[in-house]
């Protein structure tokens, strides 16, 4: 029995394009398969610049399924592009292994007549993608996902810690930002996808159809289709789904069938559908034509616990709600901001508002612990009571969980923070916003004596997502940015900074001797 060691392959320092293609030649391959088990190991970056691959210059085959380890050991592969019309695309074609530890920059599938792409892998068939960053667009057919096009086979399947950023447009079915048709044994835990999606049927932010078990989950982006397609699920129906501790601000429009911010279609009656401790805001749910059955979180067959909306729900047809388009399954503590949804019915035309089931509430009533009913405030929800209404933990850093109720850039530290050793904290985007205020210490202080913002040293302590939110860039030609900012490898979704006809503009507009980096701390 030969060691993991003595079984490695390694793509050592200065890694370049002909050892991937080599791979796929001679060690996993339309036509080698001797290596399809090996452990590969990125040792540098490769750039793959103009260079446009072909179905035999990918790695596996449907006949030669590598099964082993790709280890990417955080590096990058960039401008990866395969153009052409087989099925099954993607950097690993068919995947019963592990993809780990890699990120993967402006990379392009375009390809006719085929389907299952994704940009990692085609055809899912078990194993894991662990810790895997996408970002690039796919345009082509039907079963697409930014990490895989489609789960097959009988096997395991997990997508753990990953993210993926980009466009996806298909005149087909079945999109998902992380995967595009999944199944029973789906598992995906803790990824994000900021993705562009237009496509036609059982589409959604995470998943397009069908999962397992899908968790602490987020989206954001823009969703074009026609029907079953949500901010996070599309379509799983016939078999047991559970979502749990999701989150998504991304746009759905919809001209036919079911629409909804969060899961568009459960189960039918046998099976469970459940969606528990989830939120759904600033998004627009429009479902134009002859959709029917429009929800802020959820539109048919999906058993709701614990969620709540804040959109904009729109629907000419009357099954409606701000929570659910037509009343199904069990309902226990969902809420919807009505100041923003502007309905009266909470699970489609004349549910009404009921309590301990589907509750409509104005946005003041939702800053408040006492409103939310069997909430678990302790290891699952955190709220800044008066100040900011509930948030999933998971999404926040322990600091944050904390202090919920900072809206200012100093609130956590107070005025002695802001140096190297104690900078502040940032978590919030009403904190992100107040560095560049210009009416007290902030950096943009026109008129003030103290603009001690520009000097001081920042830290950005979990992602924000700024949907709905018109940034100041942080410093002008008098009050130049000069501090430090770490980003700690923390992401702002959603950034929109509009000052048209004004030069200098950026989330900092004026810098100078300043420090920005995204690092435990600054590299040489």
Known sequence: VRSRRQRQMCIRDRCN???????????????????????????????????????????????????????GRNHNIQNYKSDDSSSSVGLIGYSS??????????????????????????????GGVHNVKVSGDITGGSAMGGIAGSVEGTGDYTVINSQVMGRMTTPDYSVGGIVGSGGPKLKILKTSSSVDINTTSQSGGIVGNRVGFLKKSKS????????????????????????????STMDI?????????????????????????????YSTIDGSGTADQVGGIAGYRVEARR????????????????????????????????????????????????????EGKTGVELLSTATFSTWDFSDVWAIGSGVRSPMLRWMLHPVCQENMSAVTYDAIEGIA????????????????????????????????????ACSKHF?????????????????????????????????????????????????????QACLLYTSPSPRD
């Open 17 to 71: 394009v002909e050892q991937l293609y080599d791979m796929a030649n001679n060690a996993c391959g339309p036509s080698a398969s001797v290596d399809c088990d090996k452990v590969f190991v990125l040792g540098s970056d490769v750039d793959f610049k103009s260079i446009v691959l072909s179905a035999s210059q990918r790695i596996s085959s449907s006949s030669n399924v590598f099964s082993g380890v790709f280890d």
């Open 97 to 126: 292994g592990r993809i780990i530890n890699l990120n993967i920059h402006n990379s392009q599938m375009s390809y006719s007549g085929g389907s299952k792409t994704g940009l990692v892998i085609g055809q899912f068939e078990g």
């Open 220 to 247: 954001t982006g823009s969703l074009i289709g026609t029907s079953g397609i949500a901010g996070v699920l599309g379509v799983s129906e016939s078999f047991d789904t559970f979502v749990q501790q999701v989150y």
């Open 253 to 281: 429009t919809g001209n036919s069938g079911r629409v909804a911010g969060l899961w568009s279609t459960g189960s039918n009656i046998g099976e469970k559908s459940y969606l528990d401790n989830s939120l759904s805001l």
């Open 307 to 358: 969620t709540y909306a804040s959109n904009t729900v729109q629907n000419s047809n009357n099954n409606i709600g701000g929570v659910k388009g037509l009343s199904s399954g069990y309902e226990e503590y969902n809420y919807w901001n009505t100041d923003i949804a502007s309905l009266f019915d909470g699970s489609g035309f004349g549910s009404g508002s009921v309590v301990g089931l589907v």
């Open 417 to 452: 923070g802001g140096t190297p050793n104690n900078p502040h904290k940032i978590c919030f985007k009403e904190q992100l916003i107040d560095i560049a205020n210009n009416t007290s210490t902030g950096c943009n202080d026109l008129g003030g004596s103290d603009k001690s």
């Open 459 to 511: 830290v950005l302590l979990n992602d924000i997502d700024l949907k709905g939110e018109d940034l100041n860039p942080i410093g002008t030609s008098t009050n130049p940015f000069s501090g430090h900012f770490n980003g700690k490898e923390n992401t702002l979704f959603n950034l929109t900074i509009d000052q048209a006809g004004v030069d200098h503009v950026g989330l900092f507009g004026w810098a």
